[in-house]
């Protein structure tokens, strides 16, 4: 997404990652946020957080958004770090851009339950567990147990539950 202004630097943005252009109007963020899984707006980060923040509902609803300046000097993970704006700044990267990564996971070599959850194919159960985990991922290695049925589990708040979709079993 981007002013008219910056069409051609959105159209290079957009053949990298492969993604579609839509210029701005007022009022597009409100039409187009829950149509995307990712937005990439090459606007001042102002902007961007002025528009989106009456949309904002929690990381497991809202999109992936990353603002790029529009000179291609900074891409930013503004907003679904654990969501797809991490990896998209990183595939923006590639064309010279500086990432900007502020998930605390991420920036301390750590995983988190997102991404394990990812790797390994599963959905998290229980999202409202990955705050307290992800926290606890920061300071130290957290076991990850695999438990075959029939069982019954009984967790706490800070314990999060993976699960493989049926489709994949």
Avoid at 3 to 13: P, Q, S
Avoid at 18 to 30: H, L, M, N, Q, S
Avoid at 89 to 112: C, D, F, L, Q
């Amino acid at each position: 997404m981007t002013f008219e202004r910056n069409l051609d630097v959105a159209n290079k943005l957009a053949d990298h990652i492969d993604a579609d252009v839509i210029i701005y109007k007022k009022g597009i963020f409100e039409e187009i946020f829950k149509d995307y899984q990712a937005l990439v707006a090459v606007f001042a980060t102002g902007i961007v957080v002025r528009e989106i923040a009456p949309l904002v509902v929690d990381k497991w609803e809202d999109p992936a958004v990353v603002v790029v300046d529009s000179n291609l000097n900074f891409a930013i993970s503004l907003l679904g770090g654990h969501h797809g704006a991490n990896e998209l700044v990183r595939k923006i990267s590639e064309m010279g851009v500086v990432p900007v990564i502020t998930t605390a996971t991420e920036v301390h070599n750590r995983n988190s339950v997102e991404g394990i959850a990812a790797k390994l194919g599963y959905d998290i159960v229980n999202k409202e567990s990955t705050r307290d985990v992800n926290c606890a991922l920061l300071d130290q290695d957290v076991e990850v147990l695999e438990i075959k049925g029939p069982k019954i589990v009984i967790v706490e708040n800070d314990v999060s539950v993976l699960k493989k979709e049926k489709a994949d079993q």
